[in-house]
């Protein structure tokens, strides 16, 4: 009867539902489900599923599906409705971050409700000055998410997974790692509790459907470490007062500055230029040495 009113109605899916069992009065939660899916998803669902079976049993294997389908976009609106409660009274924290020159701003929160960071999305006002440049979300088994805003680009969060890696290492009184091993997309064996998602940039300790993985926060990481490896990974302009002037000359004390110690591209690049500078000088003396030679 649903599909047939579709048909015949087009694809109004709340005014489908209610001819089609007119005893049946949605209740508030259904509707936002239903407003969120696209119009008519469902019915096209159940249709592409017609189309494709012959028999009794598999028509009804079409619809049982179909309607799980709709069971989960209504479990997902509930999901959202609490979830703008949990948003509006969460402890949160905004902290300012700069990412290749632009001022933006880290959100962080303490809390275990699984959309929240969608939710944050939804509720962050377009017209705010301030851009929402990374949500960091903590849950009370301590495992965590970092996950980026689209205004940046998931290669700049690389930086921020060396970072905390190496604080993970260092903190565990391991070995300093390198720096090829520090950027990878996959698990580290010095350091599986990290994960990195090359394609979205999030940085992530677990994750709600992955509660056997050990969480880091408040045992091995700080909140602050966390948020300091945010800051100074997307702010490659960023090095330490007492070494600036050296470092954007591309004179790296190395051993005696914490950023080099965390193992950051831009150090990996002083300390090249370094070398590729003492290299040319030296092949220019040689000239010199040379020429005074032939002149004498």
């Known amino acids: 009867a649903y599909v047939s009113f579709e048909d015949s109605n087009g694809d109004n899916i709340i005014k489908a539902i209610n001819t089609a069992n007119p005893k049946h009065e949605l209740l508030p939660s259904e509707t936002e489900s239903l407003r969120l899916l696209n119009t008519g998803e469902l019915a096209q669902n159940i249709k592409r599923g017609f189309e494709s079976v012959t028999t009794e049993k598999e028509y009804?294997?079409?619809?049982?599906?179909?309607?799980?389908?709709?069971?989960?976009?209504?479990?997902?609106?509930?999901?959202?409705?609490?979830?703008?409660?949990?948003?509006?009274?969460?402890?949160?924290?905004?902290?300012?971050?700069?990412?290749?020159?632009?001022?933006?701003?880290?959100?962080?929160?303490?809390?275990?409700?699984?959309?929240?960071?969608?939710?944050?999305?939804?509720?962050?006002?377009?017209?705010?000055?301030?851009?929402?440049?990374?949500?960091?979300?903590?849950?009370?088994?301590?495992?965590?998410?970092?996950?980026?805003?689209r205004c940046i680009n998931p290669e700049q969060m690389r930086e921020v997974v060396k970072i905390i890696r190496q604080m993970i290492a260092l903190n565990c009184g391991q070995e300093k790692l390198h720096f090829q091993e520090m950027g990878k997309n996959q698990v580290i064996d010095l350091v599986p509790e990290i994960h990195f998602d090359e394609s979205t940039g999030i940085i992530s300790n677990g994750?709600?459907?992955?509660?056997?993985?050990?969480?880091?926060?408040?045992?091995?990481?700080?909140?602050?470490?966390?948020?300091?490896?945010?800051?100074?990974?997307?702010?490659?302009?960023?090095?330490?007062?007492?070494?600036?002037?050296?470092?954007?000359?591309?004179?790296?004390?190395?051993?005696?500055?914490?950023?080099?110690?965390?193992?950051?591209?831009?150090?990996?690049?002083?300390?090249?230029?370094?070398?590729?500078?003492?290299?040319?000088?030296?092949?220019?003396?040689?000239k010199v040495i040379t020429q005074d030679k032939k002149t004498a």
């Open 60 to 149: 009804c294997e079409v619809i049982y599906g179909a309607f799980q389908f709709y069971k989960n976009h209504v479990r997902q609106a509930k999901m959202f409705a609490d979830g703008k409660t949990v948003y509006d009274e969460a402890e949160k924290n905004l902290i300012k971050i700069s990412v290749a020159g632009k001022e933006m701003v880290l959100l962080e929160a303490k809390c275990d409700h699984r959309v929240f960071h969608k939710v944050a999305h939804l509720k962050w006002p377009a017209s705010k000055k301030e851009k929402l440049g990374v949500i960091f979300l903590h849950r009370s088994n301590g495992q965590f998410m970092l996950m980026p805003n």
């Open 207 to 286: 994750s709600p459907v992955d509660q056997d993985v050990q969480g880091l926060i408040g045992d091995i990481l700080e909140v602050k470490e966390v948020i300091r490896a945010v800051q100074i990974g997307l702010d490659t302009d960023y090095f330490p007062s007492q070494f600036a002037a050296g470092c954007r000359n591309n004179k790296c004390v190395k051993g005696a500055c914490p950023i080099y110690q965390l193992g950051q591209e831009r150090c990996h690049e002083i300390r090249g230029n370094e070398k590729k500078s003492t290299n040319n000088l030296g092949i220019l003396l040689d």
